[in-house]
């Protein structure tokens, strides 16, 4: 069993399942706006931010943040993992990482709550 | 283990297989996919806040640049997206034998060129 301090649940299989949960849940979202986009040419402010203001697209959107946080880690995780050998570089720029995710979830929320 | 075992790692002259060559842009393409977080975030901000925040970002998105930008960061999302696509079909054992891993990277590939072409044709 892989089990790392670093990696997003520290279990393997768990980091391989919520990878692929939250891609889902982020390919829902992407083919969601793509569609809004292309059905909405010359696109109006009050149509983009009517969207926003609707509760069930304030929920959407925070899943899909969350989602993006652990995706976004996991993946992240894996590439450092990969290429980058020395641990203090390692770890630092995985604390690093971590700590920019957490910034960007907070400041969405934020975002997503105050249109 | 032997001591003298031949070692090859000059990249430029390793043949990369096709699947080697999807597997290694669905990476480079999450990555800049992860360091465009900020940028999304803002637009957001700008674009959903106020009519003149809105305006102001449409007005910015029309200019060559910011279209190549965009046209650049929407393919790699919707290959990101292709690609991780084929990821969960060969987690239920479809495409992951030698033969269909590359038939799969070969589709995979293809649609996102055609995709990519789609956006560029949607956006100028």
């Known amino acids: 069993m892989v089990s790392n301090a670093t990696s997003y649940t520290g279990s393997g299989l768990r980091d391989w399942l919520i990878q692929r949960v939250s891609a889902v849940v982020l390919g829902a979202y992407i083919l969601f706006l793509l569609v809004f986009f292309m059905s909405h040419s010359g696109m109006e402010y009050a149509t983009w931010e009517g969207l926003f203001g609707q509760l069930w697209m304030k929920v959407f959107t925070f899943v899909a943040l969350l989602s993006l946080y652990a995706h976004a880690w996991i993946g992240v995780w894996t590439v450092l993992t990969d290429y980058i050998k020395p641990v203090a570089i390692r770890v630092t720029l995985e604390v690093l990482v971590v700590l920019s995710l957490l910034t960007y979830l907070i400041w969405g929320i934020v975002v997503v709550w105050s249109i | ?124």
């Not at chain 2, 075992?5 to 990369?16: A, C």
């Not at chain 2, 977080?37 to 700008?46: A, E």
């Not at chain 2, 990277?105 to 100028?124: E, K, M, P, T």
Request: net charge positive; charged share 15%; proline share 3%.
């Open chain 2, 1 to 124: 283990m032997k001591k003298n075992r031949p070692v090859n790692l000059d990249l430029t002259t390793i043949s990369f297989p096709l699947p080697a060559i999807v597997s290694i842009l669905h990476r480079l393409s999450g990555v800049l996919l992860f360091l465009i977080i900020p940028l999304l975030l803002w637009t957001l901000q700008q674009s959903a806040f106020s009519e003149e925040g809105f305006l102001n970002v449409q007005d910015a998105l029309t200019s060559t640049l910011s279209k190549v930008i965009i046209w650049v960061l929407l393919s790699a999302m919707i290959y990101h997206l292709i690609a991780g696509i084929r990821h969960l079909l060969m987690d239920m054992g479809i495409g992951e034998e030698r033969k269909s891993g590359k038939v799969g990277a070969f589709i995979a590939l293809g649609l996102s060129i055609v995709c990519a072409i789609l956006v560029g044709v949607w956006l100028w």
